[in-house]
């Protein structure tokens, strides 16, 4: 598609009466809009949030929990690895949150059908409290459209964690 807008809206829970260990609420929301200008120029938006209470990640199954990085989330960090703690051995153990706030912007140009190259910026991060730290990854990268969907190689740097290096990420398929 050259344009176009999906949204998608999921509750889900559980009540520790009914086969369940912890009783819990959650929503998430995620909008995506890609809009193409004149001259191949094209424009990708996307918006996640979510929620869960009560807002005790710690009791929560990691598979019920929110979880940010990775290729189509906040690119630079690796793939569900915000937020993380630091375990006894210095080594960053991702956690999960109660909350997800993930939003990105991404440019397109189309070089030479079907080549192009993308910039982006994504923002955001899985929360357990509010003294958690807002993510920012940038990049960019080259794209080969296909009839799928295009090919993405990006290249991504944290800009809020200095000490994290250049990843690279590959996706596939319909950006909507």
């Not at 998608?8 to 998430?28: N, P």
């Not at 979510?50 to 989330?73: E, I, M, N, V």
């Amino acid at each position: 598609p050259t344009r176009g807008r999906t949204r998608m809206i999921r509750l889900k829970g559980a009540h520790d009466d009914l086969a369940s260990s912890v009783s819990f609420a959650q929503i998430y929301f995620q909008e995506r809009w890609l809009h193409s200008f004149a001259y191949d120029f094209k424009t990708l938006f996307r918006l996640e949030l979510g929620a869960t209470l009560p807002r005790t990640y710690d009791k929560l199954p990691l598979s019920q929990r929110f979880f940010a990085g990775g290729d189509t989330s906040i690119r630079g960090f690796g793939y569900r690895s915000l937020p993380a703690e630091i375990d006894k051995d210095d080594e960053r153990q991702p956690v999960g949150g109660s909350y997800l706030f993930v939003t990105s912007l991404e440019l397109g140009k189309m070089i030479y059908k079907p080549f192009g190259v993308h910039s982006f910026i994504d923002m955001g991060n899985a929360f357990r409290s509010s003294k958690d730290d807002v993510q920012i990854g940038i990049g960019g990268g080259i794209n080969y459209d296909t009839k799928l969907g295009p090919i993405k190689f990006s290249i991504a740097k944290p800009i809020t964690n200095a000490a994290q290096s250049w990843r690279i990420h590959a996706t596939f398929g319909s950006e909507l």
